[in-house]
């Protein structure tokens, strides 16, 4: 009987992984004023998503997602999207970068789950 627990703890623990495909997350992320409409917006996905954060803007700006190192520009009429595999699990901003010396500010925050 301890056996049989045993092996039915090793096939569950097994298949437990398998139950969670990687998801494609495409966000579309509007920028006006610098900002997003929701401040402090915190974007969700798990670990192994494919992720494309797909931003316009009404004013050109510098954008840096931390964490990953992924940096794009994006201009009215020229949006920007930063795609990546979300690899690294844990809480990380996406700022906008200032010009000489401004300082960065976050417009969003993007979590990974395990």
């Known amino acids: 009987m301890c ?3 045993a092996a039915a703890l090793v096939g569950v623990a097994i298949l437990a992984p398998a139950a969670y495909a990687a998801e494609h997350k495409v966000l579309a992320l509007p920028l006006v ?3 997003l409409h929701d401040p402090g917006q915190t974007v969700r996905v798990k670990q ?17 997602l931390h964490g990953y190192d992924i940096e794009s520009r994006v201009a009215p009429g020229k ?8 690899t690294i ?10 010009q000489h010396g401004a300082a960065h500010r976050a417009v969003m925050y993007l979590e990974v789950y395990p």
């Open 48 to 64: 192994g998503d494919e992720v494309e954060l797909r931003w316009s803007s009404d004013r050109p700006l510098a954008l840096h």
């Open 33 to 35: 004023n610098g900002a």
């Open 3 to 5: 056996r049989a627990f």
């Open 79 to 86: 949006p920007a999207v930063m795609s990546f595999k979300a």
């Open 89 to 98: 699990p844990g809480r990380f901003p996406v700022e906008v970068h200032g």
